[in-house]
Nanobody, 117 residues
């Protein structure tokens, strides 16, 4: 039902910034929750940030104050602006959404973020 196209990953130096985006297509329904997960080498996938339809946000403790999640409902897109990046932020970042009237959630293919020291 939903296809998620992620973009914005790449290589950045420690202390730098990077912005990710995820555009949803394939459905006309409202997207309830939009989330960013990440999975670093040798670690389990973890929730980085989430935003609800109303704009309420939640962040992992490790990224609070550095990352900002936002959404543009007209564009059906969620963003993750990352600042003061650290090498430990290196991971594959995945977009995840669920619909207002639905029971399933949907995943993007992931985009690589690499932070060098």
């Amino acid at each position: 039902q939903v296809h998620l196209a992620e973009s914005g990953g790449g290589l950045v130096q420690a202390g730098g910034s990077l912005g990710l985006s995820c555009a949803a297509s394939g459905t006309s329904g409202y997207i309830r929750n939009m989330r960013w997960f990440r999975q670093a080498p040798g670690k389990q996938r973890e929730l980085v940030a989430a935003i609800t339809l109303s704009g309420s946000t939640n962040y992992a403790d490790s990224v609070k104050g550095r990352f900002t999640i936002s959404r543009d409902n007209a564009k059906r897109t969620v963003y993750l602006q990352m600042h003061s990046l650290k090498p430990e932020d290196t991971a594959v970042y995945y977009c995840n959404v669920d619909l207002l009237l639905g029971s399933a959630d949907f995943w993007g293919q992931g985009t690589q973020v690499t932070v060098s020291s």
